[in-house]
């Protein structure tokens, strides 16, 4: 399917032909099912499968749209949505949506929300209401997208990296994480916080700053912050995000955003 995928990227054509539009829908066949992945982890690092993002785009090509009725709605789409939770495991309230092609594992929990195309949301994870997983986004175990959390997709515009928040973290209520940044293992984001890859990621727990841009340490605790910055108007505060200690490995993964951000004095 590899091979079919990059020849149909480099020649549009060829997706006239059977045999190219079958591997487009096979790969996202594979991804909603979560045998294939847009990114994975391999050896402590993640590894983007490009030619399975170019498989999603190309598949909005060749669907064809359909009028959809669920009276008194009415929708008009090319993409299916993502159906029969129950054999999945997956808890889905009114009016959460998946669309076909989003990989939901077992025990996820998907208030009213929205998850795209592309995206990877695995075991045990909670995505609380008007949260959004945007296309191709990699969601770890145990995770918890608070109310309001915006993560960005990847295909529009079409960037190098989803973005990723790995096992056991907690995004507090109306962060957004966009352009492909890092959120390693059970960081915790207080509310509001904003990463995108050009926003700077200090470190001030210690005697001096310590900057990051586009990934998050693992077992961080993050808060919004702002800094100083000439203009030719003047000196105006820009936002940052400061990492304001480490979660303690004593701490229960159930509360501990709530003792973590407690103890450093910050709400979540």
């Given at each position: 399917m590899k091979i079919q995928i990059e020849e149909a990227w480099s020649n549009r054509e060829l997706l006239k032909e059977d045999v190219y539009a079958n591997a487009v829908r096979a790969v996202i066949e594979e991804v909603d099912k979560g045998r294939l992945r847009v990114a994975e982890p391999v050896g402590g690092d993640w590894v983007v499968n490009e030619w399975v993002?170019?498989?999603?785009?190309m598949y909005f090509g060749i669907q064809q749209m359909e009028t959809f009725h669920l009276p008194p709605f009415e929708f008009y789409d090319k993409m299916k949505l993502k159906s029969d939770y129950a054999s999945q495991?997956?808890?889905a309230?009114?009016?959460a949506v998946a669309r076909y092609g989003a990989y939901l594992a077992r025990n996820v929990?998907?208030?009213?929300?929205?998850?795209?195309i592309g995206a990877y949301v695995d075991e045990a994870t909670m995505v609380d209401?008007?949260?959004t997983v945007g296309s191709c986004a990699q969601i770890g175990k145990h995770v918890h997208l608070s109310g309001g959390v915006g993560i960005g997709g990847v295909l529009e515009p079409l960037q190098a990296s989803p973005v990723i928040i790995e096992d056991g973290c907690f995004i507090g209520s109306r962060c957004i994480v966009v352009e492909g940044v890092r959120v390693e293992k059970e960081a915790?984001?207080?509310?509001n916080v904003v990463l995108t890859q050009s926003t700077k990621i200090i470190d001030v727990s210690g005697?001096?700053?310590i900057e990051y841009r586009g990934r998050v340490p693992a077992r961080s605790v993050v808060i919004p912050g702002s800094y100083t910055k000439k203009f030719p108007a003047g000196e105006y505060q820009?936002?940052?995000?400061?990492i304001i200690g480490q979660r303690k490995e004593s701490t229960d993964l159930k509360t501990s955003l709530n003792n973590a951000l407690r103890e450093f004095n910050v709400s979540g």
């Open positions: 993002k170019q498989a999603i785009l495991g997956v808890r309230v009114p009016h929990v998907l208030m009213p929300s929205y998850v795209n209401t008007w949260a915790v984001l207080g509310a005697a001096e700053p820009v936002g940052c995000a400061l």
